[in-house]
């Protein structure tokens, strides 16, 4: 390896040394035994040197190649980081497991707002860091850090999270959905967000301070496996594997009003949290019209009906005439009247 780094050194074809450069790559990458200081400093100095002289689709190249690796020398993985071409710098700031996090603090304190977008992408982002994302960064960058599943969040980011929310309302929806939303934090947020999001957040405060709650690793867990699942769901639905009326009787079944919302959304062609803050409305006209312009079932309603009593806290009050002024709305009308909602809702905004 010795010999064909000081040929790397010397290539100046840059054809040739990107194939150089990428052989010399995996063999350090896939050695058996981890590479000696000495290997790992020398091939770190000289990589850097010639990245420094590379064209950009060189570097985008090489950074794809490298960025997963947990053998990378750390100095190479700063200049790549660094790069001020965010296709350059990308996948190593989103994907190595090994870049440090003075590295990544001093990107997300000098880079661009795509570099911090890359960043977000992360598998985990420590509150060190999501400090410096959320004081920086676009509302893009703030909707990515909230809606993270593994990032923290310090109690100083989220007063300034909350405050933001007043004039966002998708900030204040993905903050309603953070598990590690505290009751001091709920409390502020409420009379900022819709009157949807206000009841889930009234509800988490309802819950008993006796009864032991879930860890936040244990609410972030099941949240990322009902988010898989309902994915998982859609997918079956538009290759109709499963029924959209199966799939949202499971669903209503296993409480997730949420992810009853998402799917209904995407099969009618509404936002997710205008289904969401239809389910829990007092009226349940708009219900009854929009799952029938789907061509749903009564069961279908019923099992909504009784999922949306839960969410409100109310007894279930089921009229003895639903099922037959259910069945009388016709299918036609009702695929007419969200029609023209779409329009109205379209001007309006």
Known sequence: MLDDLKHLATEREPDKRLALLRSITDLYLDQVTPPSDSEEYLFGEIVTRVLRD?????????SERIAPS?????????????????????PVLSQSPILPHVQLAEVASTGSDDHLQAIVRRASLPASLTDILIQRGSRIVRHGVTGHPRAEISRDSMSTLIGLARYDVTLGALLVDRPDLSPEAARKLA????EALALQLSLRQARSPTRPQPTFEHQTAKRIADNLEAE???????TATIALG????RLCDQKRIFDVALVIG??????????????????INLIMVLLRSLEL?????????????????EPLNIPADLADRYDAIELAEAQRALRFLKVRMTTRF
């Open 70 to 90: 947990s053998r990378a020398p750390v100095n190479v993985l700063g200049t790549l980081a660094h790069d001020p071409q965010i296709a350059v710098a990308g």
């Open 232 to 238: 998982e769901i859609l997918a079956a639905i538009g």
């Open 297 to 313: 079932d009564y069961s279908v309603l019923e099992g909504v009906l009784i999922l949306r009593a839960d969410r409100r806290c």
């Open 246 to 249: 199966d799939a949202l009787a």
């Open 191 to 194: 009379p900022l967000v819709s």
């Open 266 to 283: 995407k099969a009618s062609g509404f936002q997710a949290a205008f289904v969401l803050q239809t389910l829990v409305s007092k009226d």
């Open 54 to 62: 590379m064209p950009d689709d060189h570097r985008v190249s090489y």
